[in-house]
């Protein structure tokens, strides 16, 4: 049984941090991941991370988003800087199991005010 507890997520002003934490129990995950979806938007990725810690981030957050992973705790972090209004969204984890079985967390919510 996979569970996923997602936080960190918050209100906080432009130029602003928050940091999102992932913690996963019950297997290791080839890939970890954060997406996020804005209202009347498509849910899009935000950033990966590979087990070995190669990552991926999306245009959109390059400089400002750093996703990091502690493989002992199995748990993944985003670190958020320079918060942007349009950062505005429900924030997800997303685990990739070895054999590819993909899990989702709950989402948590962040915004951004002006």
């Known amino acids: 049984q996979v569970q996923l507890v997602e936080s960190g997520g918050g209100l906080v002003q432009a130029g602003g941090s928050l940091r999102l934490s992932c913690a996963a129990s019950?297997?290791?995950?080839?890939?970890m991941g954060w997406y996020r979806q804005a209202p009347g938007k498509q849910r899009e990725m935000v950033a990966t991370?590979?087990?070995?810690?190669?990552?991926n981030h999306a245009d959109s957050v390059k400089g400002r988003f750093t996703i990091s992973r502690d493989n002992a705790k199995n748990t993944v972090y985003l670190q958020m800087n320079s918060l942007k209004p349009e950062d505005t969204a429900v924030y997800y984890c997303?685990?990739?199991?070895?054999?590819?079985?993909?899990?989702w967390g709950q989402g948590t919510q962040v915004t951004v005010s002006s």
């Open positions: 997303n685990l990739v199991g070895l054999f590819g079985s993909a899990y």
């Open positions: 019950g297997r290791i995950f080839s890939i």
């Open positions: 991370i590979t087990l070995g810690g190669s990552t």
